[in-house]
T-cell receptor, first 112, second 110 residues
Framework: EAGVAQSPRYKIIEKRQSVAFWCNPISGHATLYWYQQILGQGPKLLIQFQNNGVVDDSQLPKDRFSAERLKGVDSTLKIQPAKLEDSAVYLC??????????FGPGTRLTVL | RKEVEQDPGPFNVPEGATVAFNCTYSNSASQSFFWYRQDCRKEPKLLMSVYSSGNEDGRFTAQLNRASQYISLLIRDSKLSDSATYLCVVKGQAGTALIFGKGTTLSVSS
């Protein structure tokens, strides 16, 4: 079974620039999550999709972060403009029906 | 109070040791519980689910005490390959997301 795919794997940008991350979940997984993991901490949920609808985006900093899952399959997460504190690993996970998620390898973002 | 709290760690143990990690959660309505393992610079991977009756998977035993809102993970006969960060994870009702603790780092030495 193919896993969750994410790209790019690494990204270095300067503050105030924009960046986008892509995630392709496991085929058939209706639930997709984006998590932010800052060094030394556990993953923190940014947004949860069920098919192409948003279930929970209460912790998404909506002034700078946006995410979409237009066709209920792959998803993009965008940051515009980036801040230094956005440096983290951005993890995408998917599950069949909201159970234990399977994670992708993550995108490591460094904001200078 | 944080939603999921874990032992601060790190735990440094010799090969063959038994080590236990504890975790508490604040939301009494939580319904599903898991332990994930995360290797350095890798993504979290599901280690095991945790059930009220307790469950075992080889050298790993997980326990849940709903009354105390407490979860534990016991690793027996530690191996060098067990060195990783162990994340306690809690989930609410169906459709809600996983909530992670900060993780506890285990280092097993020879």
């Amino acid at each position: 079974e193919a896993g969750v795919a994410q790209s790019p794997r690494y990204k270095i940008i300067e503050k105030r620039q924009s960046v986008a991350f892509w995630c392709n979940p496991i085929s058939g997984h209706a639930t997709l999550y984006w998590y932010q993991q800052i060094l030394g901490q556990g993953p923190k949920l940014l947004i949860q999709f069920q098919n192409n609808g948003v279930v929970d985006d209460s912790q998404l900093p909506k002034d700078r972060f946006s995410a979409e899952r237009l066709k209920g399959v792959d998803s993009t997460l965008k940051i515009q403009p980036a801040k230094l504190e956005d440096s983290a690993v951005y993890l995408c996970a998917s599950s069949v029906s909201g159970g234990a998620g399977l994670f992708g390898p993550g995108t490591r973002l460094t904001v200078l | 109070r944080k939603e999921v709290e874990q032992d601060p760690g790190p735990f440094n143990v010799p090969e063959g040791a038994t080590v236990a990690f504890n975790c508490t959660y604040s939301n009494s309505a939580s319904q599903s519980f898991f332990w994930y393992r995360q290797d350095c610079r890798k993504e979290p991977k599901l280690l095991m689910s945790v059930y009220s009756s307790g469950n075992e998977d080889g050298r790993f035993t997980a326990q849940l005490n709903r009354a105390s809102q407490y979860i534990s993970l016991l690793i027996r006969d530690s191996k060098l390959s067990d060195s990783a960060t162990y994340l306690c994870v809690v989930k609410g009702q169906a459709g809600t997301a996983l909530i992670f603790g900060k993780g506890t780092t285990l280092s097993v030495s020879s």
